[in-house]
C-alpha cells in the first residue's frame, strides 16, 4: 500500500463501548462478561478492554543493573553444598540463597543451622562480588551473628556488600506454626538487637517480609501483599522502638515473595508492592526509597506428576519476575518435588535465568509494563486489594496477632480451598496433571538427603500454614 495513503488516511475514533460492540459481534451472540472475562483469585476482573493509561515506571532499586541470579543452597550435606556453590559461581550465578533447617521455604531440607556451616560455605568466596541471602528461618537472629563474624575476619569493603538476612519473625510463625520466646519478648528484644546490628553499620537487609509460605499455603495475590505490608509495618515499628530514624532504616527492610506462571498477575504483583511500599513511606513522611524485591519460583505450582513440565512453568515465572522488576530471582528447581534436586536440575534453573537474562536481555528495558493500560489497571487494583487485606490484619492486631488467634490461616485456606475446587470441577487445569498426563511416569532423579524436621521447641503456637503443591489438594489434603 502507498506510504502517502496511509499517511493521509484518517480512521474513525472507537471509545471502550465501540470496542466491546465489535467483540459482542464476532462472539455471534455469546456473553462478552462470560466468554472474554476471567477473575483472579481476589476477584479482580481480567479482560481484553482496557483504557489507555500514562507510563509510571516502578522499576528495580537500581534499575541501570540487572537482576541477581541467585542459586538455592539447601543440601543437608555442607560439603556438598559448598560444592554446589562452587558450580553454581563458575556456571553464572551472581548470588546464593542459603536455606537453614526449619526455615517455611526449606520444603523439607536445608542446611544445618549451625556457626561452622557459614565458615565452610564462605571460606575463600568472592563476597564483595555476590548478593549473599538468608531464608527466613527460626535461627535467623543467630545466622546473623555469625553471619558477621565471620566477615568481620575478612579483607573486605562492607560498602560493597549486597546481604539479606532474612528477619522475618511472622514468616517463621506462620510456618512453623511456634516461635521461641512469646510475642511480648520478642518485641522487647528484637529492638535491642537491631541497635547492635546499626551500631556496627551493616550494609544490606536486616528485616524481611516474606510473603512466600503465604503464598504458597494457598492466599491470594492480595493476602500475600497485605501480608507482607502489614510486615513491613511491624518492622518500621520496631525501629522506631530502638529509637532509630525511620528514614535510615527503611534501606534496611526488604521483601520476597512468589512468581507464578501467571505472567500478568505475577508483574502487576511485584508494581503493586512497589506502590505499596512507597505509600507506607509517605504515611511515615519519608523520602521514596525503592523496595528491595527478592522473587522465588512458586513452590504451590509445581507438579509431582510429569515434572518435566514444571520447567515451562518455572521459565514463565522467571520471565514475569524479571519484567516485573524483581532486584533478585531465584528458581526452584524442577525436581524439587520429588526431593532435593540433582545436579543437572540445579544446572537447568540457573541456565534458565542466564538465558532469560544473557541471551533475551530481558533487563534491558526498565518496567516494559508501564503505560500499557491492562497493565496499569491491574497494578492499581492488586494495590488496592493488598493495602485492605494489610488494614484488615492490622484491625487484627497486626500479622503476628492474626497469625496466633488463627483469623489470617482461615482467610488463606478458604482461598486455598476454592481453588482447588475449581481444579477438581476443571475450571482449571494444569499441563501434565489434568491436562494430557502421561500414561506412564518416568523416574525422576534426585540427590539422596535426609528430611529435616521443623524443630520442636517453641513457646507460642499457631496453626501451622502448611506449603501444598496443587497436585496434593486435588487429591483432598487441603484440610
Known amino acids: ?119 565452610t560455605l564462605l571460606e575463600g568466596l568472592p563476597v564483595n562480588d555476590i548478593s ?34 532474612g528477619i522475618d519473625s511472622a514468616a517463621v510463625f506462620g510456618g512453623t506454626g511456634r516461635l521461641r520466646m512469646s510475642l511480648e519478648a520478642l518485641a522487647a528484644s528484637l529492638p535491642q538487637s537491631l541497635a547492635h546490628f546499626f551500631a556496627m553499620q551493616v550494609p544490606g537487609v536486616l528485616l524481611e517480609a516474606d510473603g512466600r509460605v503465604y503464598h504458597n499455603a494457598g492466599a491470594t495475590e492480595a493476602q500475600e501483599l497485605g501480608a507482607m505490608a502489614a ?23 526488604g521483601f520476597a515473595l512468589s512468581a507464578t506462571h501467571d505472567q500478568y498477575l505475577t508483574i502487576a504483583k511485584i508494581r503493586a508492592l512497589r506502590m505499596i511500599w512507597a505509600r507506607l513511606l509517605e504515611e511515615c513522611e519519608v523520602s521514596p526509597i525503592p523496595a528491595h524485591i527478592h522473587a522465588e519460583t512458586s513452590f504451590r505450582t509445581l507438579a509431582t506428576k510429569d515434572p518435566e513440565t514444571n520447567i515451562l512453568r518455572n521459565t514463565v515465572a522467571a520471565f514475569s ?7 533478585s530471582v ?44 491492562g497493565m496499569e489497571q491491574l497494578t492499581d487494583e492488586l494495590a488496592e486489594a493488598g493495602w485492605e487485606e494489610m488494614r484488615k490484619l492490622q484491625t487484627e492486631g497486626g500479622l503476628l496477632l492474626s497469625l496466633r488467634d488463627g483469623a489470617f490461616q482461615k482467610r488463606v485456606v478458604a482461598s ?6 475449581a481444579y477438581r470441577e476443571g475450571k ?37 500454614l502448611v506449603p501444598l503443591l496443587i497436585a496434593e489438594t486435588l487429591e483432598g489434603d487441603a484440610a
Open 132 to 165: 549473599l541471602r538468608i531464608d527466613v528461618h527460626p535461627a535467623s537472629r543467630k545466622s546473623m551473628d555469625w553471619l558477621v563474624e565471620n566477615l568481620s575476619n575478612r579483607p573486605i569493603d562492607p560498602s560493597k556488600l549486597d546481604l539479606s538476612f
Open 330 to 373: 531465584s528458581i526452584l528447581p524442577h525436581t524439587i518435588t520429588h526431593g532435593l534436586p540433582d545436579p543437572f536440575a540445579r544446572r537447568l534453573a540457573r541456565n534458565t535465568q542466564l538465558l532469560l537474562r544473557d541471551e533475551s536481555n530481558l533487563g534491558f528495558v526498565s518496567d516494559p509494563a508501564a503505560g500499557s493500560g
Open 416 to 421: 486455598r480451598n476454592e481453588r482447588a475446587k
Open 1 to 119: 500500500m502507498d506510504a502517502a495513503l496511509l499517511q493521509n488516511a484518517e480512521f474513525s475514533s472507537v471509545d471502550m463501548d465501540g470496542w466491546r460492540a465489535l467483540a459482542e459481534k464476532a462472539l455471534r451472540g455469546g456473553s462478552f462478561e462470560e466468554e472474554l472475562v476471567d477473575h483472579s483469585d481476589d476477584g479482580i476482573a481480567l479482560g481484553p478492554l482496557f483504557e489507555p493509561a500514562e507510563p509510571r515506571l516502578l522499576t528495580r532499586g537500581k534499575p541501570n543493573r540487572n537482576w541477581s541470579i541467585v542459586q538455592r543452597i539447601d543440601d543437608p550435606d555442607v560439603a556438598r553444598a559448598r560444592e554446589q556453590i562452587e558450580t553454581d559461581l563458575q556456571g553464572g550465578a551472581s548470588g546464593l540463597a542459603l536455606v537453614f533447617e526449619g526455615a517455611p521455604n526449606a520444603f523439607g531440607y536445608g542446611l544445618p543451622a549451625q556457626e561452622d556451616t557459614l565458615s
Open 231 to 253: 510486615t513491613a509495618i511491624a518492622h518500621l515499628s520496631l525501629f522506631e522502638e530502638a529509637r532509630q530514624p525511620v528514614a535510615h532504616a527503611a534501606p534496611h527492610i
Open 428 to 464: 482449571r487445569t494444569i499441563v501434565g496433571t489434568t491436562l494430557h498426563p502421561l500414561e506412564e511416569e518416568r523416574a525422576v532423579q534426585t540427590t539422596p538427603a535426609a528430611q529435616r524436621p521443623v524443630p520442636e521447641d517453641g513457646s507460642v503456637f499457631c496453626e501451622r
Open 321 to 327: 519476575a524479571a519484567v516485573g522488576g524483581a532486584d
